[in-house]
């Protein structure tokens, strides 16, 4: 929790700081908005729920048509894992983004496409205390064994926004291209009960919000 708190306030502090001094050329702006999360991965039959997030972030001029983005979101993201009964078990999955984009503004000051690296702090993973016992269909793992995740990965960012100075939708896609899944095989148990199989897990997320430029 202290390393998640100096982050925030790491990241706070360089987003004020750059606000002051390109006063002319950045904008601070707030977003929210609704996510649909899913589990890529042969351990499991996943299947997507929706979630949501909201953050900070500066929008930078940087060169002709190129801008750059510096953000941070907090997040809270939902998939589903089927039971040997095929029942639905939700997991929540709560963190923070700091994100670092390239912009090309197509229209500017109205449509850009965006893109860049994202490191994600992961909490460990949420389950229903009525769901924790019950068995993952294709394995002999509890709900419950599988929540301690890696805490630190990294997604690839790729999104269109549209809109004004003032407000602005936006629309984009996560893809984690580390194996969020990779804590798992720390332990030789849980493998066994993974029919002898590695666990391997990506992230896909889609997101619509809506950015309030200050």
């Not at 997030?53 to 002709?64: E, F, I, P």
């Not at 394995?139 to 990965?153: K, R």
Request: with cysteine; charged share 15%.
């Amino acid at each position: 929790m202290n390393k998640l708190f100096t982050l925030i306030v790491l990241c706070c502090t360089t987003i004020s700081f750059a606000q002051y001094g390109y006063r002319d050329g950045n904008r601070i702006g707030i977003s929210a908005g609704v996510s649909q999360t899913t589990l890529f991965t042969n351990n499991f039959t996943a299947s997507p729920e929706l979630g949501f997030a909201g953050g900070l972030s500066v929008r930078g001029n940087y060169y002709n048509n190129w801008s750059m983005i510096y953000g941070m979101q907090f997040f809270s993201n939902n998939f589903n894992l089927e039971s040997t009964f095929n029942q639905k078990i939700k997991y929540n999955l709560q963190g923070v983004q700091v994100r670092i984009l390239f912009s090309y503004n197509v229209v500017e000051d109205h449509v850009s496409l965006d893109f860049g690296p994202v490191l994600q702090v992961n909490g460990k993973l949420k389950v229903a205390t009525s769901d924790e016992n019950k068995i993952l269909k294709g394995t002999l793992l509890q709900a419950d064994q599988i929540i301690d995740i890696s805490p630190v990965s990294g997604n690839f960012y790729l999104g269109v926004s549209a809109g004004n100075k003032t407000i602005r939708a936006v629309i984009f896609y996560e893809y984690g291209f580390t194996n969020i899944l990779n804590r798992l095989n720390k332990d030789d148990a849980l493998k066994v009960l993974n029919n002898g199989d590695k666990f391997k897990g990506n992230l896909g997320t889609i997101n619509g919000q809506v950015i309030i430029n200050l």
